[in-house]
């Protein structure tokens, strides 16, 4: 069975760095690239981009190019989001989520999501 | 920059059938996926490539494309599919991917 494992709740503060991650297991997991979603506190999906867990090659949104980084340890079949400063407008659930390609990216399976506060 | 446009909300009677669009200038030639997602709960895909459905996604889903639109229909709609749908494509360079605004349907 896939699945995807995230970690736990952070409460961070202004300033502050973090790195939250997303364990993968049941298939091949350098076979699949794994992408990042963003979904602020009453609002939509948001794509951040994708890493491919096999060589570390990313694709970011342009909207988070330069904001995060991803990053992966295929020995441990995690991937990881990192941020260096948080801000306020970082507060939101994040998702990992295993992408198949066909001509277009799709996500098949999601992990169940970080909550990530900052708060002062 | 790349949109995908989905109409606010949609709201079925139990047993009717409700049709989510999503309109963008690339999914002539590039697929569309749709994704599920009930309050509080992670996104689940229930179409992908523009009309096929993962394994245990109930009959009652199914997609189709034509020209710049994607379409997502629930045909008899039950209470259990009320949740907010997100349509998901790339651009025409597949460079660039983004998520529709999202659709709420509503079955009451």
């Known amino acids: 069975e896939v699945q995807l494992v995230q970690s736990g709740a952070e409460v961070k503060k202004p300033g502050e760095s973090l790195k939250i991650s997303c364990k993968g297991s049941g298939y091949s997991f350098t076979s699949n690239w794994i992408g990042w979603v963003r979904q602020m506190p009453g609002k939509g999906l948001e794509w951040m981009g994708f890493?491919?867990?096999?060589?570390?090659?990313?694709r970011y949104s342009p909207s988070f190019q330069g904001q995060v980084t991803f990053s992966a340890d295929k020995s441990i079949n995690t991937a990881y989001l990192q941020w260096s400063s948080l801000k306020a407008s970082d507060t939101a659930m994040y998702y990992c989520?295993?992408?198949?390609?066909?001509?277009?990216?799709?996500?098949?399976?999601w992990g169940q999501g970080t909550l990530v506060t900052v708060s002062s | 920059s790349y949109e995908l446009t989905q109409p606010p909300s949609v709201s079925v009677s139990p047993g009717q059938t409700a049709r989510i669009t999503c309109s963008g200038d690339?999914?002539?030639?590039?697929?569309a996926s749709w994704y599920q997602q009930k309050s509080g709960q992670a996104p689940v895909l229930v179409i992908y490539e523009d009309s096929k459905r993962p394994s245990g996604i109930p009959e009652r889903f199914s997609g189709s494309s034509s020209g710049t639109m994607a379409t997502l229909t629930i045909s008899g709609a039950q209470v259990e599919d009320e949740a907010d749908y997100y349509c998901y494509s790339t651009d025409s360079s597949g460079n660039l991917y983004v998520f529709g605004a999202g659709t709420k349907v509503t079955v009451l």
């Open positions: 690339a999914l002539p030639k590039k697929y």
């Open positions: 989520a295993r992408l198949v390609y066909t001509g277009t990216y799709y996500f098949d399976y």
């Open positions: 890493i491919n867990p096999d060589d570390s090659d990313t």
